[in-house]
């Protein structure tokens, strides 16, 4: 049975098995590269968030690739969810360090717990920031605030758990003096939508004297305060000393007129801080999905804004957890080329394709460059049977052995190594040495 198999299992045999294996696991493998629909983490109904989101559903129906996005509470939430995927997902995060800062206070000390698992963050990954928001420390225009670094006994509005506005707040809460004391007071109720009456009625009341706000000038929010004539937004002096410290932070400035030329809004300087907005994915996320989520995020933030330039965005360096590889990829080479003139299905999978072949190449360089070795040392040991059978029928003969039963092994010898197949010429030579040996050998025993 052994010796069929060996017979069936030439060479050219070999190679198209070899080449049926790599077309079933190219099937297979890019079968799956693509798929057609993923979910997407975004944020409440009518937050930037969400609707984003949609926009990002819109750009990737073009082709074919279905995006279910799924409301949530925000940036904590999504972080929470992101962890608990057991599918391809993407959502927006907004300071996922500072998510990361705040839920590793709260975790054991690995001093006390030394088995504490790693952090769990760490199996995320970030596709690049995609913008800045900016976050705005909004008081009455008569009190006594110059800056936000001089509250004292005051009560901060915020959003609900799990907010942008909540998680800046905390932040830096953990980052004043000792001396100072702020109470968080929570805007909205249990609305997840806060509107911008809430925020105006809650500072003129004096339920809060400071309130954040999270988002571009043109947000709703923001956009109602900066235009209220009893409001202003407090400067933050330390913006660049945050940055340093917190590289998902960055400090801006909004100059007098910079938002509104005709209506003087602001009607100063403003000096704030932007927290990077991060496109962020689960393990083995696929990286057709990724480079198509990267293409859309250039079309819909590459424009200039009132504190970035024309295509900053996405940008790999305002990131706070580690670049997913397929986006290095996409930052170093750009797009694949194929998606500039095939349909995005197509151009992935001869993408796929290219990359197996490379790889089953490189395989294979590797495979032939040590097969001829293989081969000599598999005639190398048949080579050496036969001369230890003929060196016992030597050593038979020697000792006065029986001619005719010396000289029937010695042609099964020969008839076996006649069989023998030759695949390299470099073996000939020692293949023609072992059968003169042979042919002397029975020359001798049979004088």
């Not at 920031?129 to 909004?138: E, G, N, V």
């Not at 957890?321 to 194929?338: D, F, H, K, T, V």
């Amino acid at each position: 049975m052994r010796q069929r198999i060996s017979d069936w299992l030439t060479l050219p045999r070999i190679a198209a098995l070899s080449l049926l294996v790599f077309v079933i696991l190219l099937v297979v493998l890019t079968k799956f590269s693509a798929p057609p629909e993923f979910d997407f983490l975004a944020g409440p109904k009518d937050s930037t968030f969400y609707q984003d989101a949609i926009r990002f559903r819109d750009i990737l129906s073009r082709d074919g690739v279905r995006l279910n996005v799924i409301e949530t509470r925000g940036s904590v939430e999504n972080v929470r969810l992101l962890l608990e995927a057991d599918d391809s997902t993407a959502a927006f995060v907004d300071a996922i360090g500072a998510i990361e800062h705040a839920e590793a206070e709260e975790t054991v000390d690995p001093v006390e717990n030394p088995d504490q698992p790693d952090d769990p963050i760490d199996r995320l990954t970030s596709l690049g920031a995609i913008y800045l928001q900016p976050i705005w420390f909004f008081s009455l225009a008569d009190s006594e605030l110059g800056g936000v670094e001089e509250m004292h006994n005051a009560r901060l509005g915020v959003g609900p758990e799990g907010s942008t506005s909540r998680l800046m707040a905390d932040l830096f809460l953990r980052n004043v003096r000792g001396d100072v004391s702020v109470e968080l007071v929570e805007i909205g109720g249990d609305d997840e939508i806060i509107e911008a009456d809430e925020v105006l009625d809650a500072l003129r009341s004096g339920q809060v004297q400071v309130a954040i706000a999270v988002g571009q000038p043109n947000n709703r929010i923001v956009d109602r305060l900066l235009r209220a004539p009893d409001v202003r937004a407090a400067e933050i002096r330390r913006a660049e000393a945050y940055s340093l410290h917190f590289h998902y932070l960055v400090p801006i400035r909004l100059p007098e007129g910079g938002y509104d030329l005709g209506e003087n809004i602001p009607a100063e300087d403003i000096r704030t801080i932007a927290a990077s907005t991060e496109l962020v994915v689960t393990e083995m996320f696929p990286p057709p999905l990724a480079d198509l989520l990267l293409q859309a995020t250039g079309e819909i933030h590459g424009q200039a804004s009132l504190f970035t330039e024309r295509d900053a965005f996405p940008n790999p360096d305002m990131i706070s957890i580690n670049l997913n590889s397929s986006a290095a990829r996409y930052y170093e080479s750009g797009p694949p080329l194929l998606r500039k003139f095939l349909p995005f299905q197509l151009a992935t999978w001869i993408d796929r394709f290219i990359m197996l072949m490379v790889a089953f190449g490189s395989i294979a360089i590797a495979l032939f460059s040590i097969l001829p070795r293989i081969v000599e040392m598999h005639l190398d040991r048949q080579l050496q049977a036969a001369y230890r059978r003929m060196e016992e029928i030597e050593k038979q003969f020697i000792a006065g052995g029986d001619r005719d039963a010396l000289l029937a092994e010695l042609d099964d010898v020969d008839k076996s190594t006649a069989e023998t197949r030759i695949y390299l010429r470099s073996t000939v030579s020692s293949w023609l040495e072992m059968r003169q040996f042979l042919h002397d050998l029975r020359d001798r025993i049979s004088a």
